[in-house]
């Protein structure tokens, strides 16, 4: 899967753009009005030194050659109409009250309007924003501050007032942009896991028939895979369980009937009570039996709880063994059975009685489908010495192919070559690849090569030497 397909990469792009955007939003409105402000700011600095107040105070200090009596001078500008600013900035709008901080050649204040520091030193920050006074030799002879009655320069508290101003502004913007972008992006990404949400609320109410449409990303997309993998699954064997019942009350209907119409007939006097009849119905109740015991082993297979007593043995053994019973049988039919064995093959690590079991399932299928010809009964050890694989080999009509995949279902039967009529219970592969997997194996199904069916199953090879 690539990286960006990922949701925790579409979730960290998504953030990530959202802090581009607003931080590039901030910064442009921060550079425009920031550097639009500033202009004005130098402007109005620009005003006050060419206000006349500088020269006025040089002047002054080259008549006295100190600053005494100097307060005079700035209570004047002071108290002026414009703040000590009104000869050069008509129509700024500035205004107000202006008190003044001034500083000797050493930096040490020598009047203060507000008479609260003299005697005291400048500090860094009010040194470089003050305006150097100097002689006529360019050396400086005083620092002057113009402040508003709050401590700052008037200029100043305007440029300050009016970035903060635009900061709060740009803030605000970038907050909404990025709020509106981060929801339209998390509801993009959250939409399919809504979906997903009501399909399995839906399907919970069993509507089988709901499925999910696949996108967002890779993750999620991988869960709607899956919630309709699922959904499939769960609409095929909740078929195949109706279908299971069904074929169960018809498997179950049929003897009782038989029995059912019997007894009715010997109680009426119909048929005498004779041997045959008894045998008859003994041969039902076996029916039953045997149709209750294979539906019990498939139910202890489901549940995990079918006990195996697992040993390690010679398969050739018990291939032969198993074998053997069906050899009168298909002489009888005119079958060949042909053993088809190697010499030696490794033991395996199985079930006795649950290998048998399997195996005769399989070769009675294959002996109920084949009316003339051979049955092939051959055992090999897998290239990787991991498996033994045990195939049975008929030259019977074969199996359709739409009867492939379902073969190895409860109660399935072919139009044809599975019909009732063949005999069997519907459950004997079902069992066989029940006891199989059981064991560790596979088992598995198809068409030979040359006509006839070819059925094979595996079993572990024993980890001992």
Do not use: C
């Not at 400048?122 to 005083?142: D, Q, Y």
């Not at 007593?309 to 050739?316: C, K, Q």
């Not at 069997?424 to 199904?445: F, N, P, Q, T, Y």
Request: no cysteine.
């Amino acid at each position: 899967m690539r990286w960006d397909q990922r949701l925790w990469a579409r979730l960290a792009l998504s953030f990530a753009t959202v802090t581009l955007i607003t931080v590039g939003l901030v910064a442009f409105l921060m550079s425009a009005n920031t550097d639009i402000q500033f202009r004005q700011y130098l402007i109005r600095r620009e005003m006050l030194t060419q206000s006349g107040l500088i020269d006025a105070l040089r002047a002054y200090y080259q008549q006295r050659g100190d600053w005494s009596g100097v307060e005079a001078l700035l209570e004047t500008e002071s108290s002026s109409p414009m703040g000590g600013m009104g000869r050069g900035r008509s129509g700024m709008g500035m205004g107000g009250h202006t008190t003044y901080l001034l500083a000797d050649a050493q930096k040490q204040i020598v009047v203060d309007s507000n008479s609260g520091r003299i005697g005291q030193y400048l500090t860094r920050s009010e040194e470089s924003g003050a305006l150097v006074i100097t002689s006529p030799e360019g050396s400086p002879v005083g620092y002057l501050i113009a402040l508003t009655g709050r401590g700052m320069m008037p200029d100043e508290q305007s440029f300050l007032a009016e970035l903060q101003q635009t900061l709060l502004l740009s803030a605000l913007l970038a907050a909404g942009i990025g709020a509106g972008i981060g929801i339209l992006l998390s509801r993009g990404l959250s939409k399919p896991l809504k979906d997903l949400t009501q399909a399995a609320q839906t399907f919970a109410l069993k509507d089988w028939s709901k499925r999910v449409s696949i996108q967002g990303s890779g993750e999620i997309a991988r869960v709607g895979n899956a919630f309709n993998a699922m959904a499939d699954d769960l609409q095929r064997l909740e078929k195949l369980r109706q279908n299971l019942i069904a074929d169960i009350a018809h498997e179950l209907r049929t003897p009782l009937t038989v029995m059912e119409g019997n007894l009715r007939a010997l109680l009426d006097g119909v048929y005498p009570l004779e041997m045959g009849e008894v045998a008859t119905l003994f041969d039902q109740t076996h029916l039953l039996k045997r149709l209750v015991e294979d539906l019990r082993e498939l139910a202890l297979a489901d549940a995990g709880q079918l006990h195996l007593s697992l040993t390690e043995l010679d398969p050739l053994e018990l291939i032969r063994v198993s074998a053997l019973p069906f050899s009168t049988a298909a002489d009888s039919r005119g079958i060949r059975l042909i053993l088809d064995l190697p010499v030696e093959l490794p033991f395996v690590r199985i079930d006795r009685d649950r290998f048998r079991q399997a195996l005769t399932n399989l070769l009675s299928n294959a002996l109920r489908h084949t009316a003339q010809g051979s049955i092939t009964l051959q055992a090999i050890a897998e290239p990787d010495q991991s498996q033994v694989q045990i195939r049975i080999l008929d030259t019977g009509e074969g199996i359709p192919a739409e009867d492939l995949p379902h073969l190895f279902e409860r109660f399935y039967r072919g139009e044809k070559s599975r019909a009732r009529s063949a005999g069997g219970s519907g459950l004997g592969l079902a069992i066989a690849r029940s006891l199989v997997e059981a064991m560790g194996g596979k088992i598995g199904a198809q068409n030979g090569p040359s006509g006839g069916a070819v059925f094979w199953f595996t079993v572990p090879i024993s980890a001992s030497p």
